[in-house]
């Protein structure tokens, strides 16, 4: 038996997506200390990312998930408009463990690979660690400075991006291929053959699974998230 459970947020559908982001997270708030792992979905995630972002921080301040404490493990990524219903332009989705106690995590960050997110005004965990549970926020191809590496070229992100999960993971003596599957998320849908193709080629035997999404910068064409149990 899995020592998580997996919850949706009630939907909102009045107001703008900053407004909705606030009560979204407000909902989640009084199991914050629990949740272990967020997926922020948005129908237009080129306009409203950044309002989502302010609005995240907003409640992460009141409740101490600070640049000088710690944050929870993520994806925000833009779904095609069909997933929402009409008026909702966010979707919150979290991963709570009942009596969760924060000496039972291990945070992970790799900063030769890449940055801590609260140096570019986000705030999430790159990974974290709980009773052998690997959990992997959505990673692209990004450099130790928080830069977009590869910039319009689909096949070098998709190998980055993987290798940064991996090089993630060696620092914590795991390796990307103990996954059984992984999630990635494909900006152009046009790409996404070519995406699992490479997917299926470097990670052999492990399931891989693309689909339409748009990550949260422009320049970034492909993200990857997975979550296992420890070899």
Not at 45 to 74: G, H, K
Not at 118 to 145: M, P, Q
Not at 214 to 226: A, G, H, I, M
């Amino acid at each position: 038996m899995k020592p998580y459970i997996l919850v949706k947020i009630e939907s909102v559908t009045s107001g703008n997506a900053y407004q909705q982001t606030i009560k979204l997270f407000t909902r989640l708030e009084p199991l914050l200390k629990q949740t272990i792992r967020t997926w922020v979905y948005l129908k237009d995630i080129d306009v409203d990312y950044n309002d989502m972002v302010l609005a995240r921080n907003e409640v992460f301040d009141r409740n101490n998930l600070v640049p000088e404490t710690n944050f929870i493990t993520s994806t925000a990524i833009g779904l095609p408009k069909s997933n929402f219903f009409k008026n909702e332009f966010i979707q919150l989705f979290a991963l709570i463990v009942p009596d969760l106690k924060q000496e039972d995590l291990i945070y992970m960050s790799n900063e030769d690979i890449m940055p801590n997110t609260s140096t570019y005004g986000v705030r999430f965990e790159r990974g974290v660690i709980f009773k052998n549970y690997y959990i992997i926020s959505g990673t692209a191809s990004i450099d130790k400075n928080g830069l977009v590496k590869y910039v319009g070229e689909i096949e070098k992100q998709t190998y980055h991006a993987l290798d940064n999960i991996d090089k993630l993971l060696l620092k914590y003596n795991q390796t990307v291929y103990n996954t059984k599957e992984i999630l990635g998320y494909v900006r152009n849908k046009k790409d996404i053959t070519v995406v699992k193709e490479i997917c299926n080629k470097k990670l052999h035997n492990i399931k891989c699974n693309i689909i339409e999404g748009k990550v949260c910068r422009p320049e970034w064409l492909v993200e990857f998230e997975t979550m296992f149990e420890g070899k």
